[in-house]
């Protein structure tokens, strides 16, 4: 019998309380790692049960075809996260370190396309696995972005110095919506459509997205935030930035054809800096980031259980196993290389610390935006192989990254000689860098 939609939900809904009751009674994990262990724990025990005979795939597939992680996620989740994530950080603060995020957020996508791209052919080759060229590409470009969900998630409990949390997520939340487009355009060129994706095409429409969705989401910040200031009612308040998000991202992303994820940050970072000025009272300020918090911390808990879910549908042999470890290699080694240029260039004129590419390596994380993307790529081999990789690459990021990314602040902050010495472990000493 198939699930209906409402099936599905309550499944979902079900999972992601019991992960949360187990993680925060037993194993007191941040909600990232332990919601995405457990979940991955439950995926291995349902497996195991389908090897003895019983029924678990047919159900597991009927689950997973009924959640659609990829309309879930990219036109559905995505919206609302980066909104409610960028809604809490600081415009202001943010836009003093505008040249290096705006780097971050092109130039090291960019690059590390390029170098995960080639470094995996290379290793589809070595390992005598048959997977073109262009496709090595697509899965540079999906896997390049860093996640804005899982990264600012993490910087919430890691209590980073403010330089470098501006930073991170700033990134975070921009580059999603370069990696996007890579995606499309790469995706198009592996795929042969019909686009003539010469470099005049790839200019425009790297120009539309961008350019086109930073214009669209000031123009709906703006309006909203003009809107708020003249209600003082928590309730109406709620109802406009929900029509926001949900109106505005579908606006943005099929009228207009512009970047709907780049729309949502620059909206969200508007209107977020309206209500910090105090343009409404404290009672419906507080009742409506109270509502997104807690929208924001729903929504992350299921995306994180949906990621544990996924492992169902993935197959390992000894060589994609292989491939998964060599990927997982090649992107830190790639991140690492993409974030040195940038913060070398910009460090000509502006001072930066010794540990500043250490942490922006180490805490670019990868989530759902990856998996999405990668369950975009057609049936077959070659998709199996690349949602294998990209699996493994996110699961080393929200459990490995994640879980010592704490530890190494530490390490570094200790290292320093003392905290208030720490704030300042990147992080340009000029605060325009």
């Known amino acids: 019998m198939k699930m209906g939609a ?20 037993f194993l007191k994990l941040p909600k990232s790692i332990g919601l995405t ?28 075809d009924g959640i659609g992680f990829t309309n879930t996620f990219l036109h559905g989740m995505l919206g609302f996260l980066i909104f409610a994530a960028s809604l809490h950080v600081n415009a202001r603060e943010l836009a003093k370190y505008k040249l290096i995020v705006g780097l971050l957020a092109t130039v090291t996508v960019v690059l590390s396309t390029f ?34 969900i899982a990264t600012l998630s993490i910087l919430k409990t890691l209590k980073a110095p403010k330089a470098l949390e501006m930073k991170i997520a700033g990134e975070a939340l921009f580059n999603d919506g370069m990696g996007i487009v890579l995606f499309i355009i790469l995706f198009g060129v592996a795929t042969g459509s019909e686009v003539n994706w010469d470099l005049k095409n790839i200019t425009f429409f790297l120009m539309q997205q961008g350019l086109g969705g930073l214009c669209l ?22 109802i406009l930035t929900l029509a926001l998000v949900t109106g505005g991202y579908t606006f943005a992303h099929e009228v207009m054809q512009v970047s709907g994820a780049i729309c949502m940050a620059v909206s969200g970072l508007i209107v977020g800096s309206s209500l910090q000025k105090g343009n409404m009272s404290k009672d419906t300020m507080s009742r409506l980031d109270a509502f997104w918090e807690l929208l924001d911390g729903i929504l992350n808990a299921m995306l994180f259980v949906l990621i544990g879910l996924e492992f169902l549908c993935l197959h390992f042999s000894f ?3 292989l491939a998964a470890i060599g990927a997982i290699m090649i992107t830190m080694i790639a991140r690492w290389i993409s974030v040195v240029i940038p913060v070398g260039w910009v460090g000509l004129f502006r001072k930066f610390g010794p540990n500043a590419v250490l942490m922006m390596t180490w805490g670019g994380l990868r989530g759902g935006i990856s998996i999405a993307l990668a369950l975009t790529v057609p049936q077959g081999a070659i998709r199996d192989f690349i949602l294998s990789i990209t699996y493994a690459v996110v699961l080393f ?6 879980f010592t990314l704490h530890s190494i602040a530490q390490h570094i902050t200790r290292r320093s000689g003392s905290h208030k010495n720490s704030t300042r472990l990147d992080y340009a000493t000029n605060a325009n860098a």
């Open 319 to 321: 060589d994609t196993t």
């Open 217 to 238: 989401g000031m123009v709906m910040g703006w309006l909203a935030a003009c809107l708020l200031r003249r209600i003082d009612n928590y309730e109406v308040a709620i």
């Open 37 to 64: 262990i457990i979940t991955l724990l439950l995926s291995l025990f349902l497996a195991c049960f389908g090897k003895l005979g019983w029924n678990v795939d047919g159900y597991a597939e009927q689950l997973l």
């Open 115 to 148: 170098l995960i791209g080639i470094s995996t052919y290379g290793l589809t080759r070595f390992l005598n696995i048959d997977i073109p060229l262009e496709y090595c590409f697509v899965f540079g470009a999906l896997i390049s972005p860093t996640d804005p």
């Open 397 to 402: 990021s929200i459990t490995i990254q994640s």
């Open 6 to 25: 409402w099936e599905v939900v309550g499944i979902l809904i079900s999972l992601t309380a019991l992960s949360s009751v187990i993680n925060y009674r």
